[in-house]
């Protein structure tokens, strides 16, 4: 597979009655059956999360988070590491502030596009935010804060590969 890559698709909770929607929907996306290992999420009573390693084609994360983005009370992450010839990816969603993408360097690094960029600072400089907070939405901020609570709970829990084709 010469446009292969890998990453992780970390759900950090989801309410019991929609885990196996998630495996479906999972398994719609890479064409095999993907059984996943869910545990009890502690940071939200009644709720579960799993983490699923994988390996397949460059752009695999963008596609788990558009099947997934619309489910409302699903918290997830997926990543996908760079090639030689595509950057790495991260998304991030959560019920209240949607979804954050970012593209990642070869040392994981968040790389803000020199556009966006100088839009943060033209807000700014005309008043209509703080360029603080601008940079914060651009690297996610907002995001990493709301899913600190669910990462930090989910150490140690089980981690299952699945090979795409």
């Known amino acids: 597979m010469s446009n292969a890559t890998r990453g992780v698709l970390y759900v950090h909770s989801a309410p019991s ?3 196996p ?3 479906w929907a999972v398994a719609g ?3 095999m059956p993907a059984t996943l290992a869910w545990s009890p999420q502690p940071a939200e009573q009644g709720t579960y999360r799993c ?3 994988w390996q397949g084609p460059v752009g695999l994360a963008a596609t788990l988070t558009s099947t997934l983005r619309s489910w409302d009370r699903l918290r997830f992450e997926v990543t996908e590491e760079a090639t030689a010839r595509s950057e790495g990816m991260r998304f991030s969603s959560t019920p209240s502030l949607g979804v954050f993408h970012a593209a990642i360097g070869l040392h994981g690094d968040i790389m803000v596009p020199e556009e966006r960029l100088k839009a943060a ?3 700014a400089e005309l008043g209509a935010a ?3 907070e601008e940079v914060a939405l651009l ?3 907002p995001w990493d804060d709301e899913l600190e609570a669910f990462r930090y709970a989910g150490d140690g829990a089980p981690v299952r590969w ?4």
Do not use: D
């Open 162 to 165: 699945l090979h795409v084709g």
């Open 51 to 53: 983490e699923l390693s």
């Open 17 to 19: 009655a929609m885990c």
């Open 121 to 123: 600072m033209a807000k």
């Open 130 to 132: 703080a360029l603080e």
């Open 139 to 141: 690297l996610g901020r």
């Open 21 to 23: 929607h998630v495996e």
């Open 29 to 31: 996306v890479v064409g």
